[in-house]
């Protein structure tokens, strides 16, 4: 062992932890990166083999990944079982290190992982069941941010009923809070994912387009499945600070009534604030 500047194997150490790959992948990136070898850098004193020892750490570190993805994606690891998940997720950190301060950041790729690694079958089979996972996981996905983004928590108006008037007469301020997350699905969800959650027995779903919200009311996770015109309507509300600006924006881009979108608007308003889906701005 050649001695070294401590920085130098900090980094060194680093590459070989962090790396994607297996092993002596990792300590030939390190060695061509930084110019030496193993031996230079790590001591050959006592028992344990040069490589025994690092795989220790980089071993360590991937279990460590592998913890956070598992916390992420309980439920799908539920329905994938435990080797199916893990062959999927060791892929996943191999071609997505962690790249960002925080580990929340780790699995945010996962869905589309999933997608793009699904088992292929023959031409015009049937393989809409392999988006199960994908789908599952984006669920999942949503509530982790729904969790941590700002919500509804302190708003104080969310009793106050709203008059039809308020609405018309441009008179009713809005805001869709960050921890609403809308979903466009290939398969209804919620059933299902309470299912899996649960332990209980569960028919797979069968392939639907459907439209999910999932919003946090009062510390506590709202899963809803919601009509194409409520996704519809709540997206333009992302873009809007005032409703009747938005129903008129969603009506002129579907083509459809105001009065009638504007009638069930109000009849939706409730709905959309006891989940946590819409403030009202005073």
């Not at 990792?26 to 930084?34: D, E, F, P, V």
């Not at 344990?48 to 990944?65: D, I, Q």
Request: negative net charge.
């Amino acid at each position: 062992m050649v001695k070294q500047d401590t920085a130098f194997l900090q980094n060194w150490l680093r590459t070989v932890v962090m790396a994607p790959g297996f092993l002596k992948q990792k300590i030939g990136l390190a060695n061509q990166m930084y110019n030496v070898s193993e031996d230079d850098v790590v001591s050959d004193e006592g028992k344990a083999s040069v490589h025994a020892r690092l795989n220790v750490y980089s071993s360590g570190y991937m279990l460590r990944l592998l913890d956070c993805m598992y916390a992420d994606y309980a439920i799908s690891k539920k329905f994938m079982g435990d080797e199916v998940f893990d062959s999927f997720a060791k892929a996943y950190l191999m071609y997505h290190p962690s790249t960002s301060f925080t580990l929340y950041d780790l699995g945010k790729d996962f869905p589309d992982f999933l997608d793009k690694t699904k088992p292929q079958t023959e031409e015009g089979a049937d393989n809409a069941y392999f988006d199960i996972p994908a789908t599952l996981a984006r669920v999942e996905r949503a509530r982790q941010v729904a969790m941590r983004a700002p919500g509804t928590e302190s708003d104080i108006t969310d009793i106050n009923p709203v008059n039809i008037q308020d609405i018309f007469f441009s008179a009713l301020n809005i805001s869709i809070p960050d921890c609403l997350q809308l979903l466009k699905l290939d398969f209804p969800m919620k059933q299902f994912f309470e299912s899996v959650y649960r332990e209980d027995e569960y028919e797979l779903p069968s392939p639907q387009k459907t439209f999910t919200a999932i919003s946090r009311k009062n510390y506590r996770i709202v899963f809803e499945e919601i009509t194409e015109m409520q996704y519809l309507l709540l997206q333009e509300c992302k873009k809007h600070t005032n409703l009747y600006e938005a129903i008129s924006a969603l009506s002129i881009n579907q083509n459809i009534s105001s009065a009638d979108l504007l009638a069930d608007t109000y009849l939706w308003i409730a709905y959309f604030r006891k989940c946590g889906f819409m403030q009202i701005v005073s």
